[in-house]
């Protein structure tokens, strides 16, 4: 599990930590382990010309250490200052240690066009979102050949990982100090980050992390893995009602999806066109009510229908979300969630549907945009009105539960871009839904299913185009790939 602490956080335990240690060790470690990785991606001939991007706090002077150290190497080592004093030394110790320093005002284009190496050391957890005004035409210039390290996180971004900046750096691989961040994992920043590198510099953690990310490992931990004890009444029923007479593909991949995420038995709820499929697809699946661990409502609903077995079909939706059982809540059962939920609840909406659902409960509108721009706070909110845990899909899908339950936040980035395709949410439903017949938490079905789910896309056909069936008939492959490997 990748577990990340929000930047105050990390400061309290640095405070405790420094007080025991020798003044300016905490960043000898930290510029330290910067400059391995950097000397890492660089020719060990020396020769290459590296270009820092110096701010005004201690992410400059760290990024100013670790180039001292790279012109060690023989590098070229050019730094940038705009308007503002740096943190630590001046122009004059900095060139005794081997990195020029160019004044504000002074030619900076030049350099930056040749750097092989740029790195950012503009702003770090101290840094608000945006960037100083300096550095807006710098960062523009980067050349796209250089490859470029962020010091502790991309400069400009939020470190809080809320809102998206337009302006700031986009890294090829961001260098972290003792743990990660909530930017270096939550949808809004994340795509900024590139690879990420955890330096140890001596610094724990403890307590309830802000994020944590589920890694493959933690899937042997958590997956219900049947043993010789189990029937298929204890492995968990799901009860599945989805699909009308004019959505009928999406019970098929959610069924299908659900049963080969090892289910002990699916019951299937619809109206005469999708149970046709569903019985054609699925032979596994039982037709109509009966007793279930847990319910998935929603994929492919019209709560609006008034064809044929629709009225019926959405007395078992209402009476599913009446009951004290897990309910998973999806797509057209979305509409159906008015206000505080009783039972266990797992909320899967994508932004679309999350701002819709923030408009209905609070009575004001909320627009898609608002959404994509901040998507934790909005998944909070909705967490918050409605004691529900919030799964908001996406290229990083969030599991958002109520605050005041104090919990992390998950967030799984597994899925290759070519799972935006429609279908993939209703697969997505069949899994987590089967993971809560089993008796897994909304928490962890929702951020285990987005894993396995993410997974199955990869595994269907590496580097190359998915459909949403596809997917859904690779979970029994992608959950035994994950509990071998
Ligand atoms: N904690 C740890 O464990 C360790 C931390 N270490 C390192 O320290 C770094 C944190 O250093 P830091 O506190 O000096 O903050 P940092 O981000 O460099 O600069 C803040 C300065 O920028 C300014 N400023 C902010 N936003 C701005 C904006 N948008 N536009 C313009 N200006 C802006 C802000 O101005 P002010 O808010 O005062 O107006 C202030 O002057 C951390 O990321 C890591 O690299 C390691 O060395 C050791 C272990
Ligand atoms: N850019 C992306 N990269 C990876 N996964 C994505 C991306 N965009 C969407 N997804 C995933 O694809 C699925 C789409 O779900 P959804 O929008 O509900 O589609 P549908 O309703 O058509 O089934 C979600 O699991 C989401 O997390
Ligand atoms: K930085």
């Not at 996180?153 to 972290?176: H, I, K, M």
């Not at 019926?312 to 059982?325: N, P, Y």
């Amino acid at each position: 599990m990748l577990r990340a602490w929000s930047a105050q956080r990390v400061r309290d335990a640095e405070a405790t930590l420094m007080s025991r240690l020798p003044e300016g060790e905490l960043m000898r470690r930290a510029a330290q382990g910067l400059a391995e990785v950097c000397r890492a991606r660089l020719p060990a001939s020396g020769g290459a010309r590296v270009v820092v991007l110096a701010g005004p706090g201690n992410n400059g002077a760290d990024a100013l250490y670790a180039a001292a150290r790279l012109a060690q190497d023989g590098h070229d080592c050019v730094a940038l200052q705009g308007d503002w004093p740096l943190a630590i030394g001046d122009s004059a110790s900095w060139s005794a240690a081997g990195v020029t320093v160019l004044a504000p005002g002074g030619d900076w284009a030049a350099p930056l066009a040749g750097a092989d190496l740029v790195i950012d050391g503009l702003l770090g957890i101290g840094g608000r979102p945006g960037l100083p005004q300096d550095a807006v035409a710098w960062v523009d210039a980067i050349p796209a050949s250089a490859y470029v390290v962020s010091v502790d996180l991309p400069s400009g971004q939020d470190p809080a990982g809320q809102s998206r900046s337009d302006t700031g750096v986009f890294a090829d691989e961001t260098v972290t100090f003792a743990v990660a961040k909530p930017v270096h994992l939550l949808p809004a920043t994340e795509a900024a980050v590139g690879r990420l590198t955890v330096i140890d510099i001596g610094l724990e953690l403890d307590g309830e992390p802000d994020v944590e990310r589920l890694d493959f490992a933690d899937v042997a931990h958590l997956w219900p893995v049947p043993t010789i004890a189990d029937d298929k009444y204890s492995r968990g029923v799901l009860g599945v009602v989805a699909g009308g007479e004019n959505y009928t593909g999406a019970p098929v991949l959610c069924c299908t999806a659900a049963v080969g995420a090892g289910l002990g038995m699916l019951r299937y709820v619809g109206t005469p066109a999708p149970t046709a499929l569903v019985r054609a697809a699925i032979p596994e699946a039982v037709h109509g009510e009966g007793r279930v661990q847990a319910w998935v409502v929603g994929p492919g609903l019209d709560i609006t229908s008034r064809a044929r077995g629709s009225k019926a079909q959405l007395d078992v939706a209402r009476s599913a979300l009446d009951s004290d059982l897990p309910v998973l809540v999806d797509a057209g059962g979305l509409d159906l969630v008015h206000g505080p939920r009783q039972g266990p609840t797992l909320l899967t909406p994508h932004a679309g549907e999350l701002s819709r659902l923030l408009t209905r409960l609070e009575g004001s509108e909320t627009t898609r945009e608002a959404v994509e721009a901040d998507p934790l706070s909005h998944a909070r909110r909705a967490a918050d009105l409605t004691g529900a845990t919030v799964l908001l899909k996406g290229a990083t899908t969030l599991v958002v539960p109520p605050t005041d339950w104090g919990l992390a936040v998950r967030s799984q980035n597994d899925a290759p871009a070519w799972l935006a395709t429609a279908g993939a949410g209703d697969v997505l439903s069949g899994v987590c839904g089967a993971l809560l017949a089993s008796g897994l938490t909304p928490l962890d079905a929702g951020s285990l299913g987005a894993l396995v789910h993410g997974v199955s896309a990869d595994l269907a056909n590496p580097g190359g185009p998915v459909r949403a069936l596809a997917v859904a008939h690779g979970i029994p492959q992608a959950v035994a790939h994950l509990l071998t490997r």
